[in-house]
Nanobody
């Protein structure tokens, strides 16, 4: 009922920038929280950044000052601007959203398919 489609990943040199986008579609009444997680090979999936409908944001310490999360609520889209990229940022980045679907009361959580970000040193 809810789909998250990411775009914007790719290969970039260390020090470069990338912008990820994630658009949510489907039977959406409202989106409570949207964010980005990442998973590097051999590591657990970790939160990168999140944004609530109220405007609060949260960042992993490792990306503070380099990454910026933003939302376009009218388009049900979340963005992740990544600057000063480091080799350690290499991972598959997943969009994540807490959604209230039409005709329901509770929140369900959804994942995108993931987009690869590779930073060469």
């Amino acid at each position: 009922q809810v789909q998250l489609v990411e775009s914007g990943g790719g290969l970039v040199q260390a020090g470069g920038s990338l912008r990820l986008s994630c658009a949510a579609s489907g039977s959406i009444f409202s989106i409570n929280v949207m964010g980005w997680y990442r998973q590097a090979p051999g590591k657990q999936r970790e939160l990168v950044a999140a944004s609530t409908s109220g405007g609060s944001t949260n960042y992993a310490d490792s990306v503070k000052g380099r990454f910026t999360i933003s939302r376009d609520n009218a388009k049900n889209t979340v963005y992740l601007e990544m600057n000063s990229l480091e080799a350690e940022d290499t991972a598959v980045y997943y969009c994540h959203a807490g959604v209230r679907t039409k005709g329901t009361i509770g929140i369900t959580f959804h994942w995108g398919q993931g987009t690869q970000v590779t930073v060469s040193s």
